[in-house]
T-cell receptor
């Protein structure tokens, strides 16, 4: 079983809709939770990161972490065609011997149709 | 805006041949990572450098893969001999010196390798 599970999609939504993405994980040592966006034929770019449980908002993006359920979410409000990409969750224990070691989900492909 | 540079962008090679990828991180970034991303999967860390030293290469198939960062700046990842299962995107990323996690990793555009 993978440490991080993510539905690969594709997830197709109309422009303006809310996109809801999520990941589950099994390693209770994870403390740092990140969302990366990856456009086709490009490298991933960091969208947001959250430490421990709670919510974080940045413009149209909201990240939520529920450590008790080992479940994280990313919401994209007022989705635009330019949001069409693959969204990867990533996690890290953030301990001295694991700094920089990110465990990625498989990525969810999102398609926003005009 | 500073970016991570990688070359080549695409590489087609026959199995049993040698192949090498090059990465130039963002200037001043002491930490460099090589990832492998198989189609439909997330990136998997192969090796992490802090300056010229290897910090983590636990997932690097050392019988055929090697990585170096001799002067602590650019880096080369080599595969010899290449196998069909090595077909994937090879991503390089860099970040500032390890400090407060998660210190953002900046990814390059990747090298897409096809082994025939």
């Amino acid at each position: 079983q993978k440490e991080v599970e993510q539905d690969p999609g594709p997830l197709s939504v109309p422009e303006g809709a809310i996109v809801s993405l999520n990941c589950t994980y099994s390693n209770s040592a994870f403390q740092y939770f990140m969302w990366y966006r990856q456009y086709s034929r490009k490298g991933p770019e960091l969208l947001m990161y959250t430490y421990s449980s709670g919510n974080k908002e940045d413009g149209r993006f909201t990240a939520q972490v529920d450590k008790s359920s080992k479940y994280i979410s990313l919401f994209i409000r007022d989705s635009q065609p330019s949001d069409s990409a693959t969204y990867l969750c990533a996690m890290s224990a953030g301990t001295t011997d694991s700094w920089g070691k990110l465990q990625f989900g498989a990525g969810t492909q999102v398609v926003v149709t005009p | 805006e500073a970016e991570v540079a990688q070359s080549p962008r695409y590489k087609i090679t026959e199995k049993s041949q040698a192949v090498a990828f090059w990465c130039d991180p963002i200037s001043g970034h002491a930490t460099l990572y090589w990832y492998r991303q198989i189609l439909g999967q997330g990136p998997e860390l192969l090796v992490q450098f802090q300056d010229e030293s290897v910090v983590d290469d636990s997932q690097l198939p050392k019988d055929r893969f090697s990585a170096e960062r001799l002067k602590g700046v650019d880096s080369t990842l080599k595969i010899q001999p290449a196998e069909l299962g090595d077909s994937a995107m090879y991503l390089c990323a860099s970040s500032l010196v390890a400090g407060t996690p998660p210190y953002e990793q900046y990814f390059g555009p990747g090298t897409r390798l096809t082994v025939t």
